[in-house]
């Protein structure tokens, strides 16, 4: 006989939500086997409508403590696991099955949920846990209980379903929300100076404000609690502190700090994905690509699924996969570059970059028809003025002389720069063109800003130029042309 699915209370707290409300009681429907609704003074139609959907609705008054609104909410519950929400949270239906499941495969634990801004990055969550009395929520804003299930070694694992916050999608209230949670965070500092926890959160709030020196200083508490208590060092405002400091010091412009919190953070927690993530990144942008590569190529599968920090992980695997391939080409391993931009179209078939580049990772590993393929496909799927150069270049490289003079009067635009002037000058000499090395000869003197007279006139002055440019491609193809005339000359 098949396990039936563990029920479920949902609990939350609201306050003057008729306009949010509806969406989160209708996107539970199915999934909640009691919906638990704390209101701390509502003045809307907040309460009818949470009857109107069947919840149990209770009445507590707000006392700037989200961590005591939501234990009322628990008193209430009845149901095998509590699952807490907000009012601006959404559970789509097709969230439900991975939430049962999940709980069926780990029975009596908890689990993290992913909660993400659509369009925007995501975070895992502790949403659920089971139902036992003596475990709470603490703290009077950024309300967690992970310290209760610890203590009753209740442990909790990720699962792969996803909520949708919509509370921040108005900037305004976005705002007006964080200077409240500061106010409360500032107060409860006061309170518990020794609480680690509330400067994370504090340089969280000034983050999201903008204030990110302020924020910093905030970091700094937490991470001197960390040089004194061994306690500290292991949790996770301080890996995550050393993370957020890092980020705020380059948003700054103060790139060598954070590189240096970054290779202080890697001591400590060389399991933390973003810490080399972000180190490769600051590096990248300064173009330091070597540094790059050895922060990043360990990263190369790393899927990012297991991170709390909110991140758009299919865009940073996009970045990574980019910049690691652009690294690989300056450090010389082609085979890396060619793994990540292949990655990259299998990804993103229209990502039209990584066509450039994956041709550029082939040429030099030796593979010229695997470059021309690279060009072709690309161009399939989308006309592009440098992957049509690229492809004129290499198909001159491989002496298809024929496809690369009709790749040629393809090239519009680039037909008049000097690589292309010089392929065509090579193109002209291979077929004894007379007419057409006149022409090409004195259209690459002009491109040079040499006065244009007849080939071989001031031959010796323009390779002296072309040489003085140190452009090698345009060199090459155009001493590739002399010296084949020359060759024919008897």
């Given at each position: 006989?098949?396990?039936?699915?563990?029920?479920?209370?949902?609990?939350?707290?609201?306050?003057?939500?008729?306009?949010?409300?509806?969406?989160?009681?209708?996107?539970?429907?199915?999934?909640?086997?009691?919906?638990?609704?704390?209101?701390?003074?509502?003045?809307?139609?907040?309460?009818?409508?949470?009857?109107?959907?069947?919840?149990?609705?209770?009445?507590?008054?707000?006392?700037?403590?989200?961590?005591?609104?939501?234990?009322?909410?628990?008193?209430?519950?009845?149901?095998?696991?509590?699952?807490?929400?907000?009012?601006?949270?959404?559970?789509?239906?097709?969230?439900?099955?991975?939430?049962?499941?999940?709980?069926?495969?780990?029975?009596?634990?908890?689990?993290?949920?992913?909660?993400?801004?659509?369009?925007?990055?995501?975070?895992?969550?502790?949403?659920?846990?089971?139902?036992?009395?003596?475990?709470?929520?603490?703290?009077?804003?950024?309300?967690?209980?992970?310290?209760?299930?610890?203590?009753?070694?209740?442990?909790?694992?990720?699962?792969?379903?996803?909520?949708?916050?919509?509370?921040?999608?108005?900037?305004?209230?976005?705002?007006?929300?964080?200077?409240?949670?500061?106010?409360?965070?500032?107060?409860?500092?006061?309170?518990?100076?020794?609480?680690?926890?509330?400067?994370?959160?504090?340089?969280?709030?000034?983050?999201?404000?903008?204030?990110?020196?302020?924020?910093?200083?905030?970091?700094?508490?937490?991470?001197?609690?960390?040089?004194?208590?061994?306690?500290?060092?292991?949790?996770?405002?301080?890996?995550?502190?050393?993370?957020?400091?890092?980020?705020?010091?380059?948003?700054?412009?103060?790139?060598?700090?954070?590189?240096?919190?970054?290779?202080?953070?890697?001591?400590?927690?060389?399991?933390?994905?973003?810490?080399?993530?972000?180190?490769?990144?600051?590096?990248?942008?300064?173009?330091?690509?070597?540094?790059?590569?050895?922060?990043?190529?360990?990263?190369?599968?790393?899927?990012?699924?297991?991170?709390?920090?909110?991140?758009?992980?299919?865009?940073?695997?996009?970045?990574?996969?980019?910049?690691?391939?652009?690294?690989?080409?300056?450090?010389?391993?082609?085979?890396?570059?060619?793994?990540?931009?292949?990655?990259?179209?299998?990804?993103?078939?229209?990502?039209?970059p990584a066509y450039h580049h994956l041709a550029v990772a082939r040429e030099r590993k030796g593979d010229v028809d695997g470059a021309i393929a690279a060009c072709s496909i690309g161009l399939k799927r989308e006309d592009d003025a440098y992957l049509r150069k690229r492809l004129f270049l290499l198909l001159l490289k491989k002496e298809s002389f024929d496809q690369a003079l009709e790749c040629y009067e393809t090239l519009n635009g680039n037909r008049d720069d000097a690589d292309a002037l010089s392929g065509r000058f090579l193109l002209s000499c291979r077929a004894l063109d007379g007419a057409g090395i006149q022409r090409y000869y004195r259209l690459?003197?002009?491109?040079?800003?040499?006065?244009?007279?007849?080939?071989?006139?001031?031959?010796?002055?323009?390779?002296?130029?072309?040489?003085?440019?140190?452009?090698?491609?345009?060199?090459?193809?155009?001493?590739?042309?002399?010296?084949?005339?020359?060759?024919?000359?008897?």
């Open positions: 006989m098949k396990r039936k699915f563990p029920s479920i209370s949902v609990c939350m707290i609201v306050k003057n939500e008729e306009e949010n409300l509806p969406r989160l009681l209708a996107s539970i429907k199915g999934l909640a086997d009691e919906v638990i609704v704390v209101d701390t003074g509502s003045k809307d139609k907040t309460v009818s409508i949470a009857r109107e959907f069947g919840a149990k609705v209770c009445h507590f008054p707000w006392c700037d403590d989200f961590s005591a609104a939501r234990n009322e909410s628990l008193k209430h519950a009845t149901k095998d696991f509590i699952l807490w929400l907000d009012a601006d949270d959404e559970v789509k239906e097709t969230e439900h099955h991975k939430i049962r499941v999940h709980l069926r495969k780990y029975p009596g634990t908890g689990a993290y949920l992913q909660t993400c801004v659509e369009g925007e990055g995501q975070a895992l969550q502790l949403r659920i846990f089971p139902n036992h009395r003596g475990i709470w929520f603490e703290g009077r804003i950024h309300e967690q209980t992970i310290r209760s299930l610890e203590a009753k070694g209740i442990p909790a694992y990720a699962c792969n379903a996803r909520i949708i916050h919509h509370g921040y999608e108005d900037r305004g209230a976005t705002v007006e929300k964080l200077r409240r949670n500061r106010k409360i965070l500032e107060e409860e500092l006061k309170e518990h100076p020794e609480d680690f926890n509330i400067p994370f959160f504090l340089a969280r709030t000034c983050s999201g404000l903008g204030e990110f020196e302020l924020a910093i200083t905030y970091l700094d508490m937490v991470i001197e609690r960390a040089k004194e208590d061994p306690i500290v060092r292991t949790q996770v405002a301080f890996k995550n502190g050393l993370f957020d400091k890092a980020s705020y010091l380059a948003l700054l412009g103060r790139v060598d700090e954070a590189l240096s919190v970054l290779a202080y953070g890697k001591s400590f927690f060389p399991q933390f994905v973003l810490i080399p993530y972000l180190s490769g990144k600051l590096h990248f942008e300064r173009k330091e690509y070597r540094e790059a590569f050895e922060d990043l190529l360990p990263l190369k599968d790393e899927t990012f699924e297991r991170e709390t920090e909110p991140i758009n992980i299919p865009h940073v695997r996009k970045w990574l996969l980019r910049a690691l391939g652009v690294s690989a080409l300056f450090a010389d391993d082609v085979l890396i570059a060619e793994e990540c931009f292949m990655k990259t179209i299998d990804n993103d078939p229209g990502d039209r690459v003197e002009e491109k040079l800003s040499i006065d244009p007279v007849d080939f071989p006139q001031n031959l010796q002055a323009t390779r002296m130029r072309l040489r003085e440019t140190n452009d090698a491609r345009s060199t090459e193809l155009f001493e590739a042309g002399v010296t084949f005339l020359l060759s024919q000359t008897p």
